[in-house]
């Protein structure tokens, strides 16, 4: 029989690894940052398992181990393109694409950076973007609204440049 430990909180490595990938743009750094994090997990595991929701107490530890990270080495900067497709002449209009959507996210405003993404990429539902983000549903809504908005505007202005 797995622990509450090994069935509810092990089984996030992934997806906090990919969130925390997001926001540093360093594998180190972001290895480094959800081993903190399960640390830290692993010491209040009683205290999590009395908690409605551990996921969410998951993610703002660690968003907040990301936001230390930039506190102390001093270093802000945009989100930039994550490692794309391989060059490959089958994938390149794909690759393009995905350039085009990243270059596109780094203008867009934090908040619905980090919805976007906790939406599109991640999967999350509305009720779990609130909690992890600490914001209301209707704060959820708008900020994806916007960002999807904002992405079809930037998407159909680009084709019309071509």
Known sequence: MKTFF????WP??????RMAYLWVKDRDVAE???QTVFEKAWVRKNELQKMDNPTGWMVRSLK???LQHFRTSKRFEPLQEHELLEEDSENENREKEVRMVFSFLEG???KQ???FQL????GLTYEEISEYLEISMEQ???NLHRARKSLREYLMNSKNEK
């Open 6 to 9: 090994e069935a509810n909180i």
């Open 108 to 110: 867009l405003p934090e």
């Open 119 to 122: 939406r599109e990429v991640e």
């Open 113 to 115: 950076k980090e919805v």
């Open 140 to 142: 959820v809504k708008v």
């Open 12 to 17: 996030l490595k992934n997806r906090l690894y």
């Open 64 to 66: 907040n181990e990301s």
């Open 32 to 34: 480094d940052i959800c």
